[in-house]
């Protein structure tokens, strides 16, 4: 059974940077891709990024292009998601999750195991 423990989230002003981690347990890391989305209140859960397994290919929302860098560490069994130049809208819950098969693209559906999230709180 795969498990995944995100951390790293807080409060941060706008215009400020967060580094979140997601630990993975459970299976071989370098056999799933990995995805971050996020979940602000009120509103449905996103895609924001994803790694292949290798980490030789990242996929981003446009939102966050340019300001988020998602990697991975296969020997640590660690993905990271490196937040720049935080916007009060990036406010939400933060969640890393694995995909199996194909690309680590926006379809939430193929994304088969999640973790249990951790908050990212950007003041004005």
């Known amino acids: 059974q795969v498990q995944l423990v995100e951390s790293g989230g807080g409060l941060v002003q706008a215009g400020g940077s967060l580094r979140l981690s997601c630990a993975f347990s459970?299976?071989?890391?370098?056999?799933?891709?990995m995805g971050w989305f996020r979940q602000a209140p009120g509103k449905e859960r996103e895609f924001v990024a994803g790694i292949s397994k290798s980490g030789t290919s990242a996929y981003y929302a446009d939102s966050v292009k340019g300001r988020f860098t998602i990697s991975r560490d296969n020997a640590k069994d660690t993905v990271y998601l490196q937040m720049n130049s935080l916007k009060p809208e990036d406010t939400a819950v933060y969640y890393c999750?694995?995909?199996?098969?194909?690309?680590?693209?926006?379809?939430?559906?193929?994304?088969?195991?999640w973790g249990p999230g951790t908050q990212v709180t950007v003041s004005s």
């Open positions: 999750a694995t995909k199996p098969y194909g690309l680590p693209t926006k379809e939430q559906m193929s994304y088969n195991y």
């Open positions: 459970g299976r071989t890391f370098s056999s799933y891709n």
